[in-house]
Each structure stands twice: as C-alpha cells, then as structure tokens.
C-alpha cells in the first residue's frame, strides 16, 4: 500500500523537516516565553536592551543572509553539475558563517567585559539562550556545510541547504524580537 | 517459530512477569500502607517497600525487553541467535543480582560497605556488585544481540533497537558516579533515570511497536519504517534537553527552568506520534490478524503511554507549574500511568503475540487475555484520576495555603482508600494475564470466524 500524502509531494528529505519543524517550534516557544516575561517587566527589559550591540547584529543579518543565498546558489551549480563552483559555494556560505560566529564571539565578549551574564536580569537570560542556541546552530551549520562540499551529492547539498536556511530563518525571527522591539 | 533461538525469549518473559506479580504485589502492600501507616513499619518499612515496587518494575520491564529483542531479532536478522548459552548466562547473572538486592535490602546487610552494601540513592540503590553484573549482562546480551545482527540482515527495527538498548547500557555506567554533593548526585542520576524513560526506553517502545504493527496489521515495512524514524527523531530531540525539567530545584542554573519547560513540553510529540502510528497502521492494514489479544495491548499500549507519559507528564512540567505541584500526588499519578501505558502495556503486547508463538498453540485464550487488559487499564486510570484529584488537593492545602503535610495527608485519605481499590483490581488483572500467558491450553478460537470480516 503506498502511501500518498503532502508529506511524498515535499523537496528533499522527510528527517530534515521534521528537524526544521522541531527547531521552528522550540525558538517559537522560546520568543513567545521571551515576550511573555517581558509584559511582567517593560522598562527593566527596555534598559537591559538597550545594553545589545545593535550594529553588529545588523551586520550578522546581512553576513548570514548572504551566506544563505550563497548555499542556494551551490544547490543550483550542483543541479547543473558545475560541481566546482558548487563547492566554492559552500565553503563561501561557511566562511561567512564564521565571520557571524566571529561577530557574535565579540558581541559576547562585550558583555561579559560589562559584567553582564545571564543571571544579571530575565532579558539577559533569554538574550544567552536564544542567541546562544542559535549560535550552536551556526556552528553545526558551518560543519554541515563543509561536510556537504566534501560529500557533494546532489541530496546532501539539498539537505544541507536545508538546514542552513532554517539557521537563517531563525536569526531573521530572533533578531527583531530581541534586538530591536522593545 | 521460525528460528530454534528465538525459545530464548520464554525463559526471560517468565522472569519478566515472575517480577511483575511481586512488583504488582508490593504495590498493593505499599498502597495499603498508605492507607494504615503502621502496617510491618518494623519488619518491612514503607522505603523498601516502594524501593521494591519501583526497582522490580524497572528490572522486569528490561528483562522484557531483552526478552524481547531475542525473540524478535532472529526473525528480523534471518538467523539464529549468535550464542543460546550466552543468552542464558546473562540472564542467570540478572536474577542473581536482582536476588542479590532484594536480600541486601530487606535485611539491610553488609550497611556501609562498599561493594557489598545498599547505596541508597532513589532507583539506583544497589550494591556496587549488583551494579557491576547488571553492566557484565548488559555487555553479554550487547554482544550477543549485535552479532546476530551484524551477520544477518539489517533493518530499521533492528538497528533502532539496538541503538536504544545500546543507549540503555551506556547510560547504566553513569549509576557508578556517586558524587558527595547531593546537586551534582542528582544531576547526573537523571542521566540515568530520564535518559532512560524519556530517550532510549522510547526508542526501544517505538521499535517494538513498529515490529508488532508489521507483524499484526500486515502494512509495508517502507511505510513502518517512514513512521519509525520520525517518531524516533522527535523523541531524541525533545528528550535529551527535557532533562531540564528535573533542573528546576535542585541546584542548577535558573536557565535550566525554561530549557526543561520547552523541551520538555515538546516530549508529547514523540508520544502523540506514537499513538497516531499504531492506529493509521490498524486503519490501513489489510492482515486480519487473529491475534486480538496482541493488538488490543498494542493500541491501548500506544493510547495509554500518550495520557500518561505525554499529556499527564506535561500537566506539571513547566515550571511555573511545578513549583507547586513537585513531589506531590500529581507526580504519582503521572508515574503509574506514565509506565503502565508506555512500558508494561508494550511488554505485555509482545508477550500476548510471541507467547502463543512460542508456546505452539497459537491463538488460544484470547479472552482471558482481553479481560486482564480491561480490568489493568481501567484500574490503573481510575488510579491515575484519584491520585491527580489527591495531588490537586494536596498542592492547594500544602503549597498554596501553607498547611502541614501530615494535616493534609489525613485530608486526602479518601482517595488512598480509593487508590487502594483500583490497585486490587489492577493486581487481580494482572494476575490473571499471567494465568492466561501460561496456564489454558485447550480453548482454541475458531480460525475460520476471522477470515470473513463482519461488515
């Protein structure tokens, strides 16, 4: 008996939704917390924002939005069998990974010079759980990546695409929420 | 009977509910107890009754498990077991240990000494020899079962199998670490304890069940194995970090509160996943399998750990929650349906389909079977429900207004009392399974009334 559901009709593998989606949910409830907490105490949260490093997580956007069209752009080389450009690709998208991961590491270093860690108020917390788990993405991300170039069929590209645009799409929800609105 | 090896699996199913009557038997002693606190206070405390209750429920469920594995890995690898006798050795070195710790306990022996004495830490209380052999056993059967394995033919059933079976002896070695600083103690016992039910004992259920559902419901093993993997994937993505939720007051870092209320929020996935399995498989499956008995065990199995484990464990795992209602009723309520539904339903759905098997005599006294799992179930969630209404009364008397424990222990008396009832019912139930696995031999079912379906 075969089975014929939307779930046959989506790209790629089945495993790396049900990671994606898991993902989406685990940062969407950890947002939807992070606002909740923050309606108990506005201005404590405000003032604590206003200790981020704006600029450089502008920066970390535009850095890591590149490196996601980079990755799109090697899944399509690969389609077309340009598997050199493909894998330059890769290795482009997962330098600029580490450039984030690099920004980041200052942005954090910034703080702790401040004195700032996460049991110096809730937004702090959140701030280093969020940004934290995420980061520990970008790191599996830059290796997925690499690890992709190397083993560079056309499926592991897909997958690792994947997974990289939701690193992406999750920095793209985190960074308004916790940088900007308050 | 396909394969000679496969025998194995009915010694170790005997030993398997040999402990669950004592199990079932020291739970009624213990709810009794609670009922009228000075029964055998001097002779056989409430602690090591509870201790028995607890540790031969985990003992029995693993050896079901493995009992398990040897009857269900020769059919799945197409060969016969590596080595019988090993098989046989490794369960004589459990029963051993397992005598070892009730002796040492009920007569507190060898107090104090290091390898000989009592531990007493909740769950992992035995002695360090115990430990040890539990760990050469795990190694015995790890050998044994990944040979056969290894030499045979390879599927998704087996491999996820062996990969929680695998998880479940290497997080036995954590049992060894016994730090003096009773936070790190606990946080490193979860690792064994949580790991264990909320990670690889799922990886070991969603196996079972997917080669009971192959087997009973006649669907393709593509679309089993579609099922596994997801199930699996959300169970090892919520449950490793779900560890948090034993964080929250015990010492650790205030971030553990909202990584174990997410997380573990998130546990009712793999379990809803599981429930939604076992019945789109009966619904889509064209084998009418006679065995009614095996099904009805599968089915309520998948039910019954989603209202136990899932939605019961989600009730008081956040946080916020929590902070009321830990150690509780509510957490009692939670454990007997939790287990109940998740772990002793799945050993007693693959005994009531190997048991005929392996006994020859296949289908037989399917009723008496069917009635046990009414007359369990029912009783066990009637259990559940007065402990929850217990617990929600304790948690408003004792957290919110402030009240002594004991003050309040008087006020929920009724529900004890009630506790105590369902318990006999579910002990009767249980009891009758076990005569109902070994005893009839004669009333055989009619094979022809299940080709032609009544519809």
């Given amino acids: ?182 | 009977m396909k394969y000679e090896s496969q025998k194995i699996a009915l010694v170790y199913f005997a030993v398997a509910m040999g402990l669950f009557a004592i199990q079932v038997l020291g739970g009624l002693l213990a709810g009794w107890i609670y009922v009228a606190p000075n029964t055998l206070s001097e002779l056989l405390p409430f602690n090591i009754v509870r201790m028995l209750h607890t540790n031969s429920l985990i003992v029995w469920l693993i050896t079901g498990f493995f009992g398990a594995a040897y009857f269900l890995i020769p059919e799945e690898a197409e060969r016969e077991i590596h080595s019988t006798k090993l098989a046989y050795l490794q369960l004589l070195i459990l029963v051993v240990g397992t005598l070892g710790v009730v002796v040492t306990y009920v007569f507190n022996l060898f107090e104090g000494n290091f390898l000989l004495g009592k531990e007493g830490r909740e769950f992992l209380e035995q002695p360090k020899w115990v430990k040890a052999g539990i760990v050469v056993a795990a190694l015995i059967f790890l050998y044994n079962v990944s040979m056969t394995v290894l030499k045979g033919k390879k599927t998704a059933i087996t491999n996820i199998l062996l990969l929680g079976l695998w998880g479940l002896a290497l997080l036995f070695l954590f049992s060894f670490y016994n730090p003096s600083n009773l936070a790190l103690d606990k946080q490193y016992w979860w690792y064994v304890v949580h790991l264990w039910v909320e990670g690889v004992w799922e990886l070991i259920m969603a196996s079972i069940l997917a080669y009971l559902m192959l087997k009973l419901t006649g669907v393709d093993r593509e679309v089993v194995e579609k099922w596994l993997y997801v199930i699996v994937a959300a169970a090892l993505f919520s449950g490793i970090l779900g560890t948090g939720h034993h964080y929250y007051w015990i010492g650790t870092p205030a971030y553990w509160q909202w990584i174990g209320s997410i997380f573990s929020s998130l546990e009712v996935i793999p379990f809803f996943a599981m429930m939604a399995f076992a019945f789109v498989m009966v619904w889509k499956g064209r084998r009418d399998h006679p065995n009614k008995a095996a099904l009805l065990w599968s089915l309520g199995c998948a039910t019954l750990a989603f209202f136990g484990a899932g939605v019961w464990g989600f009730l008081h795992t956040l946080h916020g929650v929590n902070y009321y209602t830990h150690g509780t009723q509510i957490t009692a309520a939670h454990g007997h349906l939790a287990f109940f539904g998740a772990y002793v339903s799945l050993n007693l759905a693959i005994f009531s389909y190997a048991m005929p098997i392996l006994l020859n005599r296949d289908p037989y006294n399917q009723v008496l079977n069917m009635a046990s799992f009414w007359l369990m179930s029912s009783g066990m969630v009637f259990m559940t429900f007065v402990l929850t209404f217990a617990g929600t009364i304790q948690t408003h008397l004792q957290r919110v207004l402030g009240d002594y424990f004991m003050d309040v222990q008087d006020q929920v008396a009724i529900f004890y009392w009630m506790r105590f009832g369902s318990g006999l019912v579910v002990v009767i139930g249980a009891l009758l399974f076990i005569y109902a696995m070994w005893v009839p031999r004669k009333e055989i079912i009619e094979r022809g009334a299940t080709e032609t379906p009544a519809e």
Wanted: hydrophobic share 55%; aromatic share 12%.
């Fill in chain 1, 1 to 182: 008996m075969k089975q014929t559901s939307g779930i046959d009709a989506l790209p790629g593998e089945l495993l790396m939704w049900v990671l994606i989606f898991s993902e989406l949910l685990v940062f969407g409830v950890g947002l939807l917390a992070f606002m909740a907490v923050r309606l108990t105490d506005p201005s404590g949260f405000a003032e604590a924002q206003s200790a981020l490093y704006r600029t450089g997580a502008a920066l970390n956007t535009a850095v890591l939005v590149t490196s996601g069209f980079l990755a799109a752009k090697a899944l399509e080389y690969r389609r077309k069998d340009r598997r050199a450009q493909a894998r330059l690709s890769l290795v482009a998208a997962a330098a600029l990974g580490c450039v984030f991961l690099i920004v980041k590491g200052a942005e954090y270093a910034g703080k702790a010079a401040q004195g700032i860690s996460y049991e110096t108020h809730p937004f702090f917390m959140f701030y280093y759980l969020l940004t934290g788990f995420h980061a520990a993405h970008v790191l599996a991300g830059v290796m997925v990546l690499l690890l992709v170039a190397w083993r560079d069929e056309t499926g592991n590209i897909e997958a690792g695409a994947q997974f990289w645009h939701m690193v992406d799409l999750i920095w793209v929800l985190l960074f308004p929420v916790v940088y900007l609105l308050g």
